[in-house]
């Protein structure tokens, strides 16, 4: 669960700053009012170039990603952490099902060091993330609209399954109805950020195992 911190982090991100308004959003002064994380005249045109290129930038980034992780990151100590922290976590909740009230008390004595462990383990998660996170914001917004169009595939079926109107994977019905809009006669068509975002959270499972840097590892 922890493997998808820096995930959800840019996740929380994205949803709290409107990326696809008309202006662009927070970053529209520096994408001249694209909108929508597209460019008028992209590099790469096309749903095929578009999708294996927009996934091979997930690929790239993941592996920087865990490279920066790796250096920056004692994954020795993190992985006798999260054991230690699991065991204790499960000799608890197995006390508390079995209602040993002794044990359970036994178990609570050593809280404060758990959550200190527990602290200690998070401020590991995010060190990397601290040096990574801007720069790919930036490689995202800046040079992945330049390099491919605005929406990157179509869909079968909606992906908008996050709650607010700010956050959509997917073009709306209404969206596909606006003239003029990104989304014009496409309905379900994916955005490149959200191919990006599916496509990093795919292959991250996969590069952390390779690159040994998977917070399940043992």
Not at 57 to 69: C, E, M, Q
Not at 136 to 146: A, D, E, K, S
Request: charged content about 15%; glycine content about 8%; some cysteine.
């Amino acid at each position: 669960m922890v493997e998808w911190l820096d995930h959800n982090a840019i996740l929380l991100f994205l949803n709290s700053i409107f990326l696809q308004g008309d202006n662009g959003g927070i970053f529209g002064f520096l994408g001249q009012n694209r909108g929508a994380l597209g460019s008028d005249d992209p590099i790469v045109k096309g749903l095929v170039p578009t999708l294996f290129g927009v996934t091979g930038f997930g690929i790239v980034l993941n592996f920087f990603n865990s490279t920066v992780r790796k250096k920056l990151v004692d994954q020795t100590k993190l992985n006798r952490i999260m054991k230690e922290t699991r065991a204790w976590q499960k000799e608890r909740m197995d006390a508390m099902r079995a209602k040993d009230q002794a044990k359970i008390t036994q178990l609570n004595k050593k809280s404060s060091y758990m959550n200190k462990m527990s602290m200690e383990m998070m401020q590991m998660n995010m060190k990397p993330m601290m040096i990574t996170f801007v720069p790919l914001i930036l490689i995202f917004y800046l040079v992945l609209p330049h390099l491919f169009a605005h929406t990157v595939a179509l869909s079968p079926i909606s992906l908008n399954v996050f709650p607010g109107n700010f956050f959509h994977l997917t073009c709306t019905a209404l969206q596909a109805m606006e003239e003029g809009n990104v989304c014009y006669g496409h309905e379900n068509a994916l955005y490149l950020w959200a191919w990006y975002f599916l496509s990093s959270i795919s292959f991250s499972g996969i590069i952390m195992k390779v690159t040994k840097t998977s917070m399940g590892l043992s």
